[in-house]
């Protein structure tokens, strides 16, 4: 023991006196040290180099002596002044036996805080020359000071590379980087260890790993003066996978790169970080677990019309994938993929094979198949099949706007063609898509309103571009429905925009609430206090449409037994004879509606009513927006035949103007309750009763056009009179009434109104008229050379505008009118 203790006390004694010595040494010749270093590096150096800080240190890495520059620029070797190197310390160690011999050899660097710019400019001449020319081979710059670097150690670096003559440029930064060069006749062997982020990596105008960081541990040969580095296998680390990396890039004449990497304990999340983040939006937080490989070539000319060609073999087996903040998992996942491209720059002719695809999504079993050939003109062979929980899939991958989702489907579908040809209905067929869903009751909510889809159920079955539907029913928002069917050339409709769609389907429904479907359809209300709809009809929707609902409401009009079909082609519906009952009656309607004018929908339609409460009516049409004769003074049913056209501003409102309408009406029971004007004719008529009139049966053929209505003379008989009634009612609530009485009712006979009274074979009769406005009107006396006129020109006026209007709405209904037969030929699309 004492020999071991005088062992250890000699050594430390030792060790002592060389730290003393050396110290003292670097006190005392610290100034001759630096001036000949300065020296020396002189002598290497072509470019200018600013120090703000100069010193000798033993501590830095005894027992090797530091020199230690701080706040250092270096200037490149291109004209004008621009940094190669800036560092806020730098310190070279140097041998102290070498040092003391005049000898400036520098075994190892120190640099912190430094970022290095290397250029090399159009015509191929680099900025970082900054050596002068010599003979010694072995040294990095010549003259008397030389680098034989056992030991590079950098903190929080930055490191710049443009080459402006090949089209590159990196951008790497590092926080820690130990690395060791050794050099023989200009090529370096360079091991490295630590941490580096790619921040940029652009090679002609393509990016590669951007935002990458990686833990590395290379061995790197460098050629300088053939330009090529060759990376002897090595390990990069992307966070919790690795990959073996080596190759070969370079780049004297051109660009070449033949590089393998290999992934080692790799998982779903590193290999979709490796990928363009225009590719993986969304799937960057799902993991897996279990055995995940990659391995990828890229091999050949780097240029400006040149790339390599790169491949990549990827796949998992018996793996778990999920993401953390979701429920749904895929179990024992096996795939085998890959991915081949000629040209990495231009994957147009790349293809893409997803093979023996299998796992259980929560315990439903899937298998699948996917290859796509031809990226610029895709040519895809898919297949599925499985069962498939809706409400795990929405749970495993979230879609926007789409909530709640539960049910089953069941899924074997197989696809496959070249996508362009569905672009054209004539090549359309040669794509095959055959196959089956079945949906077991799908539910779900939809949209910002959440409106819900339930109980969706039936089959699917694809048929090469078209779909049929046999028993698809359920329930969307209020409204139910059951459909068999055909859609034609929708797998078109759904992959391209712009493209037709043919429907032809039987609608069955118990009840349909249209106020919710056209706020579904055609948005939301765009008024604070009125429901606002934006209505338009597709140029690309071909519909052939039968439909049986049993009860139908929009707003106050209510209606039950509804049957009928409606057909819709180049922006235009029609309807033939859809049958309902409604208001106490039933309605026939058939119409046409031409909305190729975006700004306003032009409407032709006949209706017949038969039977419908005229109280009912005026309810429901909110008395027609006028104050004049309301719902509440009504009783009786109507029988009419109406002809009408109109235009629709887009909100489904009227333009009022273009109201043209032909309406032959009988009234039966009828009764007239509390209606002021009546109530006035008491001054003039001799009876109590003129608040509460019945009237016999009346017809009239009434006609509106320019915003008024034109209703030609009639006669009422009543429980009180009989009389005669014309006139006319503007939109605008101006009213002009004509009314003829039996004078033996007169209350009183005074000058004024001897002159409004006609005798004649019946007796005499009194002549009165209503005037004003709605709200602001006056009933007056007659004169005969006034009423005599106004009577016979409105006649004339009447049938002249039934006549014209009669020939117009012929020639429009012949001009929208749809051929039934050729219904679904529509044109090639381009």
Not at 37 to 44: Q, R, T, V
Not at 256 to 265: E, I, P, R
Not at 461 to 471: E, I, K, M, R, Y
Not at 499 to 517: A, F, R, V
């Amino acid at each position: 023991m004492k020999t071991v203790r005088k062992i250890f006390f000699y050594l430390v004694l030792a060790l002592a006196v060389l730290l003393l010595s050396l110290t003292a040494s670097v006190f005392l010749f610290k100034d001759k040290i630096i001036r000949q270093f300065i020296e020396e590096a002189n002598k290497s150096l072509q470019t200018p180099v600013r120090i703000g800080q100069m010193d000798v240190s033993v501590f830095e890495k005894f027992p090797q002596i530091s020199i230690v520059l701080r706040d250092v620029y270096v200037e490149d070797s291109h004209p004008g002044q621009y940094p190669l190197l800036t560092a806020s310390t730098i310190a070279f160690q140097l041998h102290p036996l070498e040092l003391w011999r005049g000898k400036y050899t520098i075994r190892g660097v120190q640099i912190h805080n430094s970022e290095t710019n290397l250029r090399i400019d159009a015509k191929g001449q680099n900025n970082y020359t900054i050596f002068k020319a010599t003979d010694d081979k072995t040294a990095v710059g010549g003259g008397g000071v030389t680098f034989e670097l056992n030991h590079v150690d950098l903190k929080k670096t930055r490191f710049h590379y443009v080459d402006l003559h090949h089209h590159k440029n990196m951008t790497f930064t590092s926080e820690v980087l130990d690395a060791s060069i050794h050099s023989e006749q200009n090529v370096y062997s360079i091991q490295a260890h630590g941490q580096l982020t790619t921040e940029t990596l652009d090679i002609e105008g393509a990016s590669y790993l951007a935002g990458k960081d990686f833990t590395i541990d290379s061995d790197l040969r460098y050629d300088d003066q053939n330009r090529l580095l060759t990376i002897q296998p090595s390990t990069l680390e992307l966070k919790r996978s690795s990959f073996a990396v080596q190759g070969s890039y370079g780049w004297k004449d051109d660009n070449v790169v033949d590089l393998k990497v290999d992934g080692q304990d790799t998982d779903i999340q590193t290999i979709v970080s490796l990928l363009p983040e225009s590719a993986t939006r969304g799937l960057e937080k799902y993991q897996s677990k279990g055995d995940v490989y990659f391995s990828s070539t890229l091999k050949g000319v780097i240029g400006r019309h040149k790339s390599p060609a790169f491949s990549v073999k990827f796949g998992f087996d018996n793996a778990t994938i999920y993401h953390p903040e979701y429920r749904s998992r895929i179990e024992g996942a096996t795939m085998e993929g890959s991915f081949a491209s000629a040209d990495i720059s231009d994957v147009s002719g790349a293809t893409l094979v997803l093979k023996n695809v299998q796992g259980k999504l929560n315990n439903e079993s899937f298998v699948a198949d996917f290859v796509l050939q031809n990226f610029s003109d895709p040519e895809v062979i898919c297949h599925f099949k499985g069962r498939v929980d809706a409400g795990s899939l929405l749970d495993f991958y979230p879609v926007e706007n789409i909530t709640d989702v539960s049910g089953l489907l069941l899924a074997d579908v197989s696809f496959q063609g070249r996508v362009g040809l569905l672009k054209r209905r004539a090549t359309a067929q040669k794509v095959s898509t055959q196959g089956t869903i079945e949906l077991q009751d799908i539910r779900l909510k939809f949209g910002a309103g959440k409106i819900p889809l339930d109980g969706l159920r039936g089959n699917l079955q694809f048929s090469n571009n078209d779909l049929a539907l046999s028993n698809v029913s359920g329930k969307l928002g209020n409204s139910d429905f059951l459909l068999n069917g055909f859609f034609k050339n929708i797998i078109t409709f759904l992959l391209f925009e712009n493209q037709p769609i043919g429907i032809e389907t039987d609608l069955k429904s118990n009840y349909i609430d249209m106020n919710q479907l056209l706020a579904i359809g055609f948005g939301q209300p765009t008024g604070q206090q009125e429901q606002e709809y934006a209505f338009s009809i597709s140029k690309n929707i071909n519909l052939n449409f039968n439909c049986d609902v049993k009860g139908l409401a929009y707003k106050r009009f209510h209606a039950t037994n509804l049957k009928g079909d409606l057909l819709v082609k180049n922006e235009m519906a029609v309807s033939r004879n859809i049958t309902l009952h409604t208001m106490g009656g039933d309605m026939m309607l058939s119409g046409i509606i031409d909305a190729k004018n975006k700004q306003a929908i032009n409407v032709v339609s006949t209706c017949k009513v038969n039977g419908v409460y005229l109280d009912s009516a005026f309810y429901v049409f909110e008395n027609f927006q006028q104050r004049f004769i309301e719902d509440k003074h009504l009783r009786g049913r109507a029988y009419a035949d109406v002809n009408l056209e109109m235009a629709l501003k887009p909100s489904l409102r009227l333009f009022p103007e273009t109201l043209i309408a032909d309406i032959g009406v009988a009234i039966k029971g009828g009764e007239l309750n509390n209606f002021e004007p009546m109530q006035k004719l008491n001054r003039y008529v001799n009876d109590q009763e003129l608040s509460h009139l019945r009237f016999s049966d009346i017809k009239n053929d009434i006609h509106i056009e320019n915003k008024t209505i034109y209703i030609p003379q009639m006669e009422i008989r009543t429980n009180v009179t009989s009389l005669r009634v014309s006139g006319t009612h503007t939109f605008d609530q101006q009213i002009d009434y004509r009314v003829i009485t039996p004078l033996r009712l007169a209350r009183q006979r005074d000058p004024e109104a001897l002159q409004a009274v006609e005798e004649d074979a019946s007796g005499s009769k009194l002549y009165l008229k209503i005037t004003g406005t709605a709200d602001n009107y006056r009933v007056q006396y007659d004169t005969d050379a006034v009423k005599k006129k106004i009577v016979s020109d409105l006649k004339n006026e009447v049938k002249e505008l039934k006549d014209a209007f009669k020939n117009k709405g012929t020639q429009k209904k012949k001009e929208a009118e749809l051929e039934k037969d050729a219904y679904f030929e529509w044109d090639d699309q381009p």
